[in-house]
């Protein structure tokens, strides 16, 4: 079973109001976008995320679903959601992996690419 059942996007976002750079707190939001783009319904069953920060701190993050859900894609559905992350540092990257199972019950992964976490750039 190829990996290409899921079509995977991600876009992230710097929370301010949330962060406290003087205490070295950076917080992320990431919205990830999942497409089925088989022809076979699939769910995703877990995840697994590893964090690294710019000291190279790496935090990985394994656990059943996303925000508490296991979704059932039928081809051409999507799912999306966020989550969020607080780094040390002001730049990071995640990168990972989703478990998905087909209807007809075979496993396969899907390969998150790696994403940058970053301040947004500022003019002065």
């Known amino acids: 079973m190829s990996s290409q059942v899921f079509d ?18 950076y917080v992320f939001t990431y919205s990830v976008t999942i ?9 995703l069953i877990a995840r697994h995320w590893i964090i690294t920060d710019a ?10 679903g996303v925000v508490g859900r296991q979704p059932l894609l039928k081809p051409g559905e999507e799912f999306e ?8 540092t002001p730049q990071g990257s995640m990168q990972g992996e989703f478990l998905c199972v087909t209807e007809k019950g075979e496993q396969f992964r899907v390969s998150i ?5 970053s301040l947004p750039r500022t003019l002065h």
């Open 8 to 25: 995977v996007s991600v876009t992230t976002r710097y929370i301010d109001d949330q962060s406290a750079p003087d205490r070295g707190s």
């Open 113 to 117: 690419p790696e994403f940058v976490l």
């Open 35 to 43: 497409k089925n783009t088989g022809q076979v319904g699939a769910q």
């Open 81 to 88: 959601y966020t989550s969020g992350t607080a780094l040390a």
């Open 55 to 64: 000291n190279n701190h790496i935090e990985e993050i394994r656990g059943l």
